[in-house]
């Protein structure tokens, strides 16, 4: 493609993030070279400069900088189908209809490519494209260590509708972690201010005063639903905002940071269990969503192995809470 181009979105493409826009018009766009333009400037919104997670409105102008040879729009776009990709996809199916699937995504697979990712649930979708032709869109997404559930819209309506539900924070979603010590209270909620910073790590989520540069407002709910000798804690969360790394960075806020958290652990000279399972344990347990029809959707994953392991030593009773869950975390 050569020259700039100004593209109108559709209502279609209504609460769409820019790059998502992008990765459907320009799918061969590599991600590292779209954030390259956008940071540059290159790419504006009504002649405004934009984030990669900037969402869309009906009537806005895009201006798309000359990309070289690239497909212009997604009908160009002929996805390659890796059997082996689709039977990963299938094994990991909680619920799909005509227009979502729900996979439990496992821990250590990322969401999204990025530097030195090539393997990724966005990858995989390619090997099933709809009746159009089109690649399933990610509407929300987990942490590369985080598992669980994880909806996939099929149809550019469905991520329309479903991207609204998670912006007005209509879905509910119920986690669960294990944590080094137990939360005190026992029940409660955290609400802080939370920012990007560079550290010596690498960037990472912050708690911040309100008012400091890229400060946004947090709130989890959270839960001790059993404690080991109060040395460990199974702690259900239903996080309110989505902020990035939220649940970890709340967690490690009260004193008992997640179990295996190469980020947030911070506590030295802590003496880990030999059985321990290896792996962030972080499970998106269940994901409640309404319907385009106005049902509402009620799915839960299977702990991943390695949180099994944990749930087995500690003696977690999973059939017990399941039979109680209803009760768990009502109060917003």
Same mark, same amino acid.
């Given at each position: !493609?050569?020259?700039? @181009?100004?593209?109108?979105?559709?209502?279609?493409?209504?609460?769409?993030?820019?790059? =998502?826009? +992008?990765?459907?018009?320009?799918?061969?766009?590599?991600?590292? =070279?779209?954030?390259?333009?956008? =940071?540059?400037?290159?790419?504006?919104?009504?002649?405004?400069?934009?984030?990669?997670?900037?969402?869309? #409105?009906?009537?806005?102008?895009?201006?798309?900088?000359?990309?070289?040879?690239?497909?212009?729009?997604?009908?160009?776009? @002929?996805?390659?189908?890796?059997?082996?990709?689709?039977?990963?996809?299938?094994?990991?199916?909680?619920?799909?209809?005509?227009?979502?699937?729900?996979?439990?995504?496992?821990?250590?697979? #990322?969401?999204?490519?990025?530097?030195?990712?090539?393997?990724?649930?966005?990858?995989?979708?390619?090997?099933?494209?709809?009746?159009?032709?089109?690649?399933?869109?990610?509407?929300?997404?987990?942490?590369?260590?985080?598992?669980?559930?994880?909806?996939?819209?099929?149809?550019?309506?469905?991520?329309?509708?479903?991207?609204?539900?998670?912006?007005?924070?209509?879905?509910?979603?119920?986690?669960? *972690?294990?944590?080094?010590?137990?939360?005190?209270?026992?029940?409660?909620?955290?609400?802080? +201010?939370?920012?990007?910073?560079?550290?010596?790590?690498?960037?990472?989520?912050?708690?911040?005063?309100?008012?400091?540069?890229? *400060?946004?407002?947090?709130?989890?709910?959270?839960?001790? %639903?059993?404690?080991?000798?109060?040395?460990?804690?199974?702690?259900?969360?239903?996080?309110?905002?989505?902020? %990035?790394?939220?649940?970890?960075?709340?967690?490690?806020?009260?004193? %008992?940071?997640?179990?295996?958290?190469?980020?947030?652990?911070?506590?030295?000279?802590?003496?880990?269990?030999?059985?321990?399972?290896?792996?962030?344990?972080?499970? *998106?347990?269940?994901?409640?969503?309404?319907?385009?029809?106005?049902? @509402?959707?009620?799915?839960?994953?299977?702990?991943?192995?390695? !949180?099994?392991?944990?749930?087995? !030593? +500690?003696?977690?009773?999973?059939?017990?809470?399941? @039979?109680?869950?209803?009760?768990?975390?009502?109060?917003?």
């Amino acid at each position: !493609m050569s020259g700039v @181009q100004q593209r109108i979105v559709t209502a279609e493409e209504e609460g769409m993030r820019l790059d =998502r826009w +992008f990765s459907v018009h320009f799918p061969d766009l590599p991600f590292s =070279r779209l954030q390259r333009i956008i =940071r540059k400037g290159e790419v504006r919104i009504d002649k405004g400069r934009v984030k990669a997670n900037t969402r869309l #409105a009906k009537g806005q102008t895009i201006r798309v900088p000359p990309i070289g040879d690239l497909p212009e729009t997604h009908k160009e776009y @002929q996805p390659r189908v890796v059997e082996k990709d689709v039977q990963l996809l299938r094994d990991i199916t909680l619920y799909e209809d005509e227009t979502i699937l729900v996979i439990n995504k496992p821990h250590g697979l #990322a969401v999204q490519g990025g530097s030195g990712t090539k393997y990724h649930v966005d990858k995989l979708l390619e090997s099933i494209p709809n009746k159009k032709g089109e690649k399933p869109r990610l509407v929300h997404r987990l942490d590369r260590d985080t598992s669980g559930c994880l909806l996939i819209a099929k149809t550019r309506q469905a991520a329309s509708h479903f991207g609204k539900v998670f912006r007005s924070r209509s879905a509910r979603k119920i986690y669960w *972690a294990v944590t080094a010590y137990v939360p005190h209270p026992k029940q409660g909620k955290i609400s802080c +201010f939370v920012a990007r910073q560079s550290t010596e790590d690498g960037e990472q989520m912050r708690v911040v005063g309100n008012g400091v540069d890229g *400060a946004q407002h947090s709130l989890t709910h959270y839960s001790v %639903t059993e404690d080991a000798g109060g040395k460990f804690a199974w702690v259900t969360l239903k996080p309110v905002t989505g902020r %990035t790394h939220q649940l970890r960075v709340h967690m490690q806020q009260m004193g %008992t940071p997640i179990i295996n958290d190469p980020r947030y652990f911070d506590i030295e000279n802590w003496e880990k269990p030999d059985d321990l399972g290896e792996g962030l344990h972080l499970h *998106a347990r269940r994901l409640a969503i309404p319907l385009p029809s106005g049902k @509402q959707l009620d799915i839960t994953a299977p702990l991943p192995p390695h !949180m099994q392991k944990t749930f087995d !030593m +500690f003696g977690f009773n999973v059939k017990y809470y399941d @039979q109680n869950e209803e009760d768990a975390l009502d109060e917003d």
